[in-house]
Antibody, heavy 118, light 104 residues
Framework: EVQLVESGGGLVQPGGSLRLSCAAS????????MSWVRQAPGKGLEWVAN????????YYVDSVKGRFTISRDNAKNSLYLQMNSLRAEDTAVYYC???????????WGQGTTVTVSS | SYVLTQPPSVSVAPGKTARITCGGN??????VHWYQQKPGQAPVLVIY???DRPSGIPERFSGSNSGNTATLTISRVEAGDEADYYC???????FGTGTKVTVL
């Protein structure tokens, strides 16, 4: 079964750090772009970052540049999001998703919740 | 930055047709994908590459893209189609503002 499972979410104080993980199974992880997408409470979807199959290209939404780092370990079939200098506005459910530019994001995880609050 | 604009809401009676628009500058030159999201669930891809359907998605879902507008069409709407719908493009990667579809 093709599956993505996120972990690492939780409650963190403003200015703190958190590392999200996404474990992939059931498909050739190294063949796909991978993305992080978030959804603030009651709001729409927001793309956060993505990474090319071999990790050679990484892109970020402007609001997280310099604070978040996306990475992957193809040997472990895992995707990561290191989040530093967290702000209240980073509070959201974070989803990992696999994708191909011409085929969209066809597999999503169940999401992990990040709450930034004092 | 590139912006994709959707109507906040669309209401449709069962058995009728719902059309959800996604407006963006020259969006017709990009590949557009559409997602359905029900409350408390992860999004599901319903249309990719403007008009292709993933396996398992009913033929009632179709898409088109031209000029400055992409459109998701849901024919013979059912109660189970009630959800939020989002368009999305790559390069730059961005989601639309989202449309809540209500089945009357």
């Amino acid at each position: 079964e093709v599956q993505l499972v996120e972990s690492g979410g939780g409650l963190v104080q403003p200015g703190g750090s958190l590392r999200l993980s996404c474990a992939a199974s059931g498909f050739t992880f190294s063949s796909y772009w991978m993305s992080w997408v978030r959804q603030a409470p009651g709001k729409g979807l927001e793309w956060v970052a993505n990474i090319k199959q071999d990790g050679s290209e990484k892109y970020y939404v402007d609001s997280v540049k310099g604070r978040f780092t996306i990475s992957r370990d193809n040997a472990k079939n895992s995707l990561y999001l290191q989040m530093n200098s967290l702000r209240a506005e980073d509070t959201a459910v974070y989803y990992c998703a696999r994708g191909i530019p011409t085929r969209g994001m066809d597999v999503w995880g169940q999401g992990t919740t990040v709450t930034v609050s004092s | 930055s590139y912006v994709l604009t959707q109507p906040p809401s669309v209401s449709v009676a069962p058995g009728k047709t719902a059309r959800i628009t996604c407006g963006g500058n020259n969006i017709g030159s990009k590949s557009v994908h559409w997602y359905q999201q029900k409350p408390g669930q992860a999004p599901v891809l319903v249309i990719y590459y403007d008009s292709d359907r993933p396996s398992g998605i009913p033929e009632r879902f179709s898409g088109s893209n031209s000029g400055n507008t992409a459109t998701l069409t849901i024919s013979r709407v059912e109660a189970g189609d009630e959800a939020d719908y989002y368009c999305q493009v790559w390069d730059p990667e961005v989601f639309g503002t989202g449309t809540k579809v209500t089945v009357l």
